[in-house]
Nanobody, 119 residues
Framework: QVQVVESGGGLVQVGGSQSVSCSVSASIFSINDMGWYRHAPGKQRDLVARITRGGITNYAYSVKGRFTIARDNARNTVTLQMSSLSPDETAVYYC?????????????WGQGTQVNVSS
């Protein structure tokens, strides 16, 4: 069984920086991809950044150069560092993880953490 728990988030000023992190508990399964998605009001849930077990990253175009994703495979954690934040990036940020369960890919989501970018 896999548990996904986010931490961080909250209020940040326009142009400011914030980090969100995620801890994934997978008793006997290996974690493959990890990442972050966000769901803004009136919008669909969109990719922010993903990282493979081998460290290959994939960023949404709008966050390239401003956000950095990293993971610790030993601890099954992933961290997203965000900078130069804009109000339209106010959203619930969700941690994502995939696991190989007896050869079958399973996907898991955290409960989401709110990030508010204010003026």
């Amino acid at each position: 069984q896999v548990q996904v728990v986010e931490s961080g988030g909250g209020l940040v000023q326009v142009g400011g920086s914030q980090s969100v992190s995620c801890s994934v508990s997978a008793s006997i399964f290996s974690i493959n991809d990890m990442g972050w998605y966000r769901h803004a009001p009136g919008k669909q849930r969109d990719l922010v950044a993903r990282i493979t077990r081998g460290g290959i990253t994939n960023y949404a175009y709008s966050v390239k150069g401003r956000f950095t994703i990293a993971r610790d495979n030993a601890r099954n954690t992933v961290t997203l560092q965000m900078s130069s934040l804009s109000p339209d990036e106010t959203a619930v940020y969700y941690c994502y993880a995939s696991a190989n369960v007896w050869g079958e890919l399973k996907e898991y989501w955290g409960q989401g953490t709110q990030v508010n970018v204010s003026s």
